[in-house]
């Protein structure tokens, strides 16, 4: 029995047959179906009704879902074992989830020298600023503001403290506010209307109440955090990011009103809980070359306690 066939019935058992999950695989519609047709013509028996709508498991693929699972376990199990003697990667995929900014910042550029390092690895980074229900059931690793959630393990944090920026060439131009009701005069950029996941409060500065600010109106909107940020660097207005966001962008923004403090919000390095050996050993060496590339950037972790 092909192991690729087996891996990708089970993704469909774990996402309860959501025909969708294809594309977090890598894969196309007709290919996942060529594996299932695999492993059923193995089987002998029919596993999954193809239907345009409400595709379900039969009784005879609900059977073999617990059995499907031991024998990739017992795969991955005695894989996952020699690598680690080894110090190498396992030949397998790792899904990361995280934000649009996270993806597009130094922090996941790295991610070319840890596939270098590791080639057997297959890195597939999701970035989307709201976690849909698909990716939270199916990724590995989550490196993303998260609430506490029963299927997942935090592991480390990264604590961003949200203040207000602009540029130098801005604040020579316009003038640097003195007062919080001097922001009435001044361009504010925020983050679009779209939905964030975990963080409600990503556009505090504009709701004033609170955080000692009247109540702003945005003069240009973005959804990407990222995007905020650069809009502040290129002199367009002012903006809240976090203290953080000049290490990690390389950036020069100035702080503007120090004693106006924002949100203090968690970015958390969490994995799925139930993972197999052979998917630890892979989120492990991830794990490892992560806090060392962000420690190159003076980014402080700190270790959740378990």
Not at 38 to 61: M, P, Y
Not at 65 to 94: N, V
Not at 112 to 123: A, D, Q
Not at 263 to 268: A, E, F, H, S
Request: net charge neutral.
């Amino acid at each position: 029995m092909k192991l690729y066939c087996l891996k990708t019935f089970l993704s469909l058992a774990e996402n309860n047959c959501d025909i969708s999950i294809h594309t977090v695989l890598g894969i196309s519609r007709s290919t996942m179906w060529s594996h299932i047709t695999e492993i059923e013509t193995e089987v002998g028996s029919k596993l999954v009704n193809r239907r345009k709508q409400n595709t379900a498991f039969t009784e005879d693929g609900i059977l073999f879902i617990p059995y499907a699972k031991k024998i990739y376990a017992t795969f991955e199990d005695s894989l996952a074992h020699m690598r680690a003697k080894q110090g190498k990667g396992i030949p397998g995929e790792i899904v990361i989830s995280t934000t649009k900014a996270v993806s597009d910042s130094c922090l996941l550029a790295g991610m070319l020298t840890f596939s270098s390092r590791y080639p057997e690895i297959n890195v597939t980074i999701v970035a989307e600023d709201e976690l849909s229900k698909k990716l939270s059931n199916s990724a590995d690793i989550f490196l993303r503001p998260m609430n506490n959630a029963a299927n997942l393990r935090k592991l480390w944090r990264i604590t961003c403290h949200h203040k207000l920026f602009a540029s130098q060439e801005y604040l020579n131009r316009m003038g640097i506010p003195k007062t919080p009701e001097e922001l009435l005069q001044h361009h504010i950029i925020a983050y679009g209307e779209q939905p964030f996941s975990d963080f409600d409060s990503i556009n505090w500065h504009l709701k004033g109440k609170g955080y000692g600010l009247p109540k702003l109106t945005a003069s240009l909107s973005i959804n990407s955090t990222m995007g905020v940020y650069l809009a502040a660097n290129e002199g367009l207005g002012i903006c809240s990011c976090p203290v953080e966001s000049n290490s990690i962008y390389r950036g020069n923004l100035i702080e503007v009103l120090p004693e106006i403090h924002g949100p203090v919000v968690p970015t958390y390095f969490a994995i799925r809980d139930g993972l197999g050996e052979h998917k630890l050993n892979n989120i492990n060496l991830c794990r490892i070359y992560l806090e060392a590339y962000l420690l190159e950037f003076g980014v402080n972790i700190e270790h959740e306690h378990t």
